[in-house]
């Protein structure tokens, strides 16, 4: 099982910015898969999920109404867009899998057991 996050990068404040995660080794069929970020000195935030079965999504309060998350199954790619960039939004992101097939998903980080490596968003003018 591999999860892989990428397309990070420096954006405006106000900006838009779409984060991938390329997985494999498993499917999203059966896997749910969520966002996480972590700011310097800060704790991990759990931001958004998508459920497998029914692809149902959750998002934390911090970033509903501007963050959208969505997957294509066949090509095993999940992906966030983000919008209305804010500079508090500066963080490593990253995405990781559910440790339960079929289930609906959350944003508690114990619920995930493989994680990808982080891809750094800066928004700063």
């Known amino acids: 099982v591999q999860l892989q996050a990428f397309g990070g990068g420096l954006v405006q404040p106000g900006g838009s910015l779409r984060v991938s995660c390329a997985v494999s080794?498993?499917?999203?069929?059966?896997?749910?898969v969520g966002w996480f970020r972590q700011a310097p000195g800060k704790e991990r935030e759990g931001l958004s999920c998508?459920?497998?079965?029914?692809?149902?999504?959750y998002y934390a309060d911090s970033v509903k109404g501007r963050f959208t998350i969505s997957r294509d199954n066949a090509k095993k790619m999940v992906y966030l867009q983000m919008n209305g960039l804010k500079p508090e939004d500066t963080a490593a992101y990253y995405c990781?899998?559910?440790?339960?097939?079929?289930?609906?998903?959350?944003?508690?980080?114990?619920?995930?057991?493989?994680w990808g490596q982080g891809t750094l968003v800066t928004v700063s003018s």
């Open positions: 990781a899998r559910d440790s339960v097939w079929g289930r609906r998903c959350s944003v508690a980080g114990s619920a995930y057991d493989y």
């Open positions: 080794g498993f499917s999203l069929d059966y896997f749910g």
């Open positions: 998508i459920s497998s079965m029914d692809g149902s999504t």
